[in-house]
């Protein structure tokens, strides 16, 4: 296949596609690509809380390379074909499905919050719940019912998500659980990947600290993006420790100026 082959591209002769509070997406290679560029800016709370923090693009890019590469080779569909540098990813194009797909297995940030149940508290069942992606509205909370309603989704493609949504907290658990942590919560993005004619739901964007909850297993440390939202500081360091944990930060890593430091484990 033409598209796994690298080709450079030079940066000035890229088209921007769209540009995120964390990603740009540019023009890819091959039609039907894309190619995904981590930035190192910390967004919370609708943006209205903003920070950069170097090296925080490149530990997301790596992270989440390693977690999508992983679900591609246990057969969960996604969007991810092959890491290309330090910040950018090649990826297939797909019409994003505008809607967060959370996952809960713990208490926590909001829900902690909405119902009043301490934070920490494990959870009866894990959870699914679909926030509606729109900066303006805050990301609204919505249900199966909105969803089909305003025809954001069918009930089918729900189905398909869920099912996504479960496998993907099932292997993120036990991947976690493997190097001392515990996955809280995550946020996934889902994306309809066009074959032909034939149509199918993958699992898109990123999956890393910014879009996780994960505590260490023995000290509760949040080694995730609350560091940032709720100003606890050591935000590189606890991505960088996950890095390290899930045995991503090779030794032979070019050095990265001021970035992360790499700890010899
Ligand atoms: N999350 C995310 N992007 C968002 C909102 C939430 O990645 O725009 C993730 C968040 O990191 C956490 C999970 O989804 O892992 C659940 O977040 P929650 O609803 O508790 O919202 P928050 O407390 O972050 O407002």
């Known amino acids: 296949m033409d598209f796994l082959k690298p080709r450079y591209i030079p940066m000035s002769r890229r088209r921007?596609?769209?540009e995120g509070k964390a990603k740009v997406l540019y023009e890819g290679p091959e039609p039907g690509t894309l190619i995904q560029h981590f930035k190192d800016d910390a967004t919370a709370f609708n943006a209205k809380k903003h920070e950069v923090i170097e090296g925080k693009g490149v530990l997301n890019n790596r992270i989440s390379e390693y977690v999508f590469q992983n679900l591609?080779?246990?057969?969960?569909?996604?969007?991810?074909?092959?890491?290309l540098n330090m910040r950018e990813q090649l990826i297939r194009e797909v019409e994003i499905i505008p809607l967060e797909i959370v996952v809960r297995n713990v208490a926590a940030g909001s829900l902690?919050?909405?119902?009043?149940?301490e934070e920490g508290t494990q959870l009866p069942r894990s959870i699914i719940e679909f926030y509606y992606k729109n900066d303006k509205l805050g990301d609204p909370m919505v249900s199966?019912?909105?969803?089909?309603?305003?025809?954001?989704?069918?009930?089918?493609?729900?189905?398909?998500m869920m099912a996504l949504a479960i496998r993907v907290n099932d292997f993120l658990?036990?991947?976690f659980l493997g190097v001392g942590i515990r996955l809280v919560d995550f946020k996934m993005e889902c994306?309809?990947?066009?074959?032909?004619?034939?149509?199918?739901?993958?699992?898109?964007?990123?999956?890393?600290?910014?879009?996780?909850?994960l505590w260490d297993i023995k000290s509760n440390e949040k080694l995730d993006k609350d560091r940032f939202r709720r100003d606890l500081g050591g935000l590189l360091e606890a991505y960088t420790?996950?890095?390290?944990?899930?045995?991503i930060m090779s030794e032979n890593e070019p050095p990265r100026g001021a970035g992360p430091v790499l700890v010899k484990g």
């Open 191 to 213: 994306g309809r990947l066009w074959e032909n004619d034939v149509m199918r739901i993958v699992v898109a964007d990123e999956i890393s600290p910014d879009s996780c909850r």
């Open 112 to 117: 902690a919050t909405r119902l009043g149940i």
């Open 173 to 175: 658990s036990g991947l």
């Open 241 to 247: 420790e996950v890095a390290k944990r899930l045995g």
């Open 144 to 160: 199966e019912e909105h969803i089909t309603a305003f025809g954001w989704d069918t009930p089918q493609e729900i189905d398909d």
């Open 72 to 83: 591609n080779d246990i057969g969960v569909p996604t969007h991810f074909i092959r890491r």
């Open 16 to 18: 921007r596609i769209y």
